[in-house]
Each structure stands twice: as structure tokens, then as C-alpha cells.
């Protein structure tokens, strides 16, 4: 192990693992910590959407690092699998936001205008037939979709070992079973639980839902708090969807290359409990039968659940921690429902401004100053 390094990296979920590896790939010298295994928390339990369109409910700076995030996916995915040989299983074959009522109509279509009045062409109105020739696996009785051509989805867990592997294999460190404790008191850098000091000369707060926690031991602490979330996983289903199926209130369902189908997904404040509820998984799959066409017969093998990190306007924290007047330790945090899709301008923004390029035009909506 280098006695110095460049970067600490604390958490190894998509965005911690994204952040290690472009600083890397720059060149960089790197050490990705976490507790547990990478991507074992939030990532290792996320469907992986992409779908700027459908989580924006406005124009505006989320929407606008949304989509830069999207269009940075098919480079990231392609260096990372070819650095580690792990295909992240990006699918950008497109999104239908279907519409089961005359009600959820008239939102797909409000939402399509506004989008179309910001300057945003990313989507249009299809009809149901239109809509069941783009996507043969829709239920019955749906009415009509938005459809998104250009989203789709990445399995998370795949991107972050192929993350951590291209990291590797640039010269990073991985070290497993390293809880970050605090800030180092005889160098620059971090101190782990068990005492160790590991000398780094900028440190990157990526700790998911445990960043309230983690901040307040660097001398600031961020109002980031756990919600819970569950996704059921079924097996079975006859024609899985080639395309993502977006119910709005009705949740999701998006099929991975190995035929798996995720159905999600809940939002529950329960703290830190990612408990499992048998009467969630049921509901979900009853939700997914609405939207696709076998899901009723498919088996419920089991569910994910993890804790998206939320700040209280909804809003991703990249930037300065507000306690660090010398800038020497950033956040990147609070990515709430969307930390896979916005993993690649996260990693992007956050490296510019470890190498003094300066922080990313648009970011002030996200500087974690907001909450200092």
C-alpha cells in the first residue's frame, strides 16, 4: 500500500466506485474504501433506470445534470468493461411511461408538454397500438405511453464490479472491511475504525445513506436520512420486456439480460431496517401484472431492499463539505432514487474538481453549503 495517496474514496456503491475510477483513469492515486463488500448496499438493490424524464418533475438543474448524466453512460460503460472485462449491461433501447387510465393520460401528456416547452424533444405521445408494437410484453388496457427512445436501464451490479475492477486494474487500492471513522489527526486523510490512518491528500465522501453520520465526524453534519425501498425480483415471466415499463403510481418493471424481471419500487421511512415484507413483494408483483403480461404467473423469488440517501429538497450534494475551508474534502451524496444514473456526471464533475478544473457549470443548486 502507497504510503500517500491522491484520493480516499469513502464508499464503494456506483457513485464511490465511478469516482475511483475516473480519478484513476486520470491517473491519479487512489484508495476506494468500504465497509462491506462494493456495492452491497443502495447499488447492489437498485433496477438501475435511467430515466431522466420520468424522475424530473421540472426544468431545471436536476433535470439538466439528468441528462448529461444519461448521455455520459454509453462511454463509461464502454471504458469500464474494456479496463475490466465486466459488461455493465447498458440497454438504452427506450422507455415507455405508460398511462393505465384516462387520468395517468393526461399526466404522461402534461408531463410531455412541459418537457416539450423547456426545449426538451425526448419524448412523445404514442397510442396503445403503437405502444404494444414497441413494446409486445404490455398488459392489457393500457391507454397509451410517453415513449423515451433514448433511456433504459444498466445493471448496477455488474457496473460497480466492473468499476472496481477498471479501477484495479489503473492502479487503485480496494480495500474491504475499511469503515471510515473520521478525518486522520497526524496527516491529511482519513482514520479508520480501528485506528489506522491512511494519508490522502483529498478525501471524497461517498457514503451513501450513512453520510449524516460520516460528515458529522468530519466537523459537519448533513441532513441526509435513509429511505427505505424494495424491489421484487421474479423469475418466469414468459416474455420479459425488451423495453423499460414506467407505471408512474402502478411502479416499474425492467427486465435484465438473464431473463430476472425487477418490480419496484417502495418508499418507506424505516431508518436503517432493510427487512424484507413478503405483503410488500406481493403488492409489487400485482402492480407489475398491470404493466406487462405474465408477471401474475412469474415466480417472486425474492426481494432487494436498500436505503436511498435523501437531503431534504431531494437534491444530489457535490461540492466542498461545509466544514472544510481548505476544500481538501468533497461530497458526492444524496442522489436519492437516481444515484445510478447520475454515477457518470457525478464521477465526472467531482474528479474536475480534485484536479482544479473548477467546479461544473450548474452545480451551485447542488453545493452542500446549501445546508452549512
Known amino acids: 500500500m502507497p504510503h500517500q495517496y491522491d484520493v480516499a474514496v469513502a464508499g464503494a456503491g456506483i457513485v464511490g466506485s465511478a469516482i475511483a475510477y475516473e480519478c484513476a483513469a486520470r491517473g491519479l492515486r487512489v484508495v476506494l474504501l468500504d465497509r462491506e463488500e462494493p456495492g452491497s448496499k443502495a447499488s447492489g438493490s437498485a433496477a438501475g433506470m435511467l430515466a431522466p424524464c420520468s424522475e424530473a418533475h421540472e426544468a ?46 393526461d399526466d404522461v401528456q402534461a408531463r410531455l408538454r412541459w418537457q416539450r416547452d423547456s426545449g426538451i424533444s425526448a419524448g412523445e405521445w404514442v397510442d396503445a397500438a403503437a405502444a404494444r408494437e414497441l413494446e409486445p410484453a404490455l398488459a392489457d388496457g393500457i391507454l397509451g405511453a410517453g415513449w423515451y427512445p433514448h433511456e433504459g436501464h444498466v445493471h448496477s451490479r455488474p457496473a460497480v464490479r ?17 469503515a471510515v471513522a473520521g478525518p486522520a489527526r497526524s496527516v491529511p486523510g482519513v482514520r479508520l475504525q480501528g485506528g489506522e490512518e491512511i494519508h490522502a491528500t483529498r478525501t471524497v465522501l461517498a457514503a451513501g445513506s450513512w453520510l449524516a453520520e460520516l460528515s458529522q465526524a468530519f466537523g459537519a453534519a448533513l441532513p441526509i436520512r435513509p429511505v427505505h425501498g424494495q424491489v ?14 414506467y407505471g408512474g403510481l402502478h411502479g416499474y418493471v425492467v427486465a435484465k439480460r438473464d431473463g430476472t424481471v425487477l418490480a419496484g419500487a417502495t418508499e ?21 401484472a398491470r404493466l406487462v403480461r405474465g408477471a401474475a404467473e412469474a415466480t417472486a423469488v425474492h426481494a432487494w431492499t436498500g436505503l436511498r440517501p435523501c437531503a431534504p429538497d431531494r437534491l444530489p450534494l457535490l461540492g466542498p463539505l461545509p466544514s472544510e475551508a481548505s476544500g481538501s ?14 454515477a457518470p456526471v457525478t464521477a465526472r464533475g467531482i474528479v474536475a474538481m480534485l484536479t482544479g478544473e473548477g467546479t461544473p457549470d450548474g452545480w451551485e443548486a447542488f453545493d452542500p453549503r446549501r445546508f452549512g
Open 60 to 105: 431545471g438543474p436536476f433535470l439538466d445534470l439528468a441528462r448529461a448524466s444519461l448521455a455520459l453512460w454509453p462511454d463509461l460503460a464502454r471504458r469500464a468493461q474494456e479496463d475490466s472485462g465486466h459488461d455493465p449491461e447498458l440497454n438504452l433501447d427506450g422507455l415507455l411511461r405508460v398511462a393505465l387510465d384516462d387520468e395517468t393520460a
Open 162 to 178: 466492473a468499476l472496481v475492477e477498471a479501477s484495479r486494474r489503473h492502479g487503485a487500492e480496494v480495500i474491504v472491511g475499511a
Open 232 to 245: 421484487a425480483v421474479l423469475h418466469g415471466v414468459p416474455s420479459p420486456p425488451r423495453r423499460v415499463v
Open 268 to 288: 418507506e421511512d424505516r431508518g436503517f431496517d432493510v427487512t424484507p415484507d413478503p405483503e410488500v413483494t406481493a403488492r409489487l408483483q400485482a402492480r407489475a
Open 329 to 342: 474534502v468533497l461530497v458526492a451524496g444524496g442522489h436519492y432514487r437516481n444515484g445510478v444514473l447520475l
